[in-house]
């Protein structure tokens, strides 16, 4: 059973910057793709952004330029960092792997 743990959200002025932080117990982190999703009050879930166990990573049209996903192997650990963040950000976001999901943390974005 793999388990994927989220922290670091918050509230964050417009413009301000956040780091999310997704941390998996298994051992299957090494050798999956890892994505970053959120979900709007009212909306669909979307992906935000992805990472492959090569480190090609893929974004949302609407986050690129701003967010950047990593990851770090040894640690199990999958990071989100975002900058210039606007309140159509705001949500709660999501790790996932495979079929595997975290419970989420919720970023506000808002003056």
């Known amino acids: 059973q793999v388990q994927l743990v989220e922290s670091g959200g918050g509230l964050v002025q417009p413009g301000g910057s956040l780091r999310l932080s997704c941390a998996a117990s298994?051992?299957?982190?090494?050798?999956?793709?890892m994505g970053w999703y959120r979900q709007a009050p009212g909306k669909q879930r979307e992906l935000v952004a992805s990472?492959?166990?090569?480190?090609?990573?893929n974004y949302a049209d609407s986050v690129k330029g701003r967010f950047t996903i990593s990851r770090d192997n040894a640690k199990n650990t999958v990071y989100l960092q975002m900058n210039s963040l606007k309140p159509e950000d705001t949500g709660v976001y999501y790790c996932?792997?495979?079929?595997?999901w975290g419970k989420g943390t919720l970023v506000t974005v808002s003056s």
């Open positions: 996932n792997c495979i079929v595997f």
């Open positions: 298994g051992s299957i982190f090494s050798i999956n793709t």
């Open positions: 990472i492959t166990s090569g480190g090609t990573k």
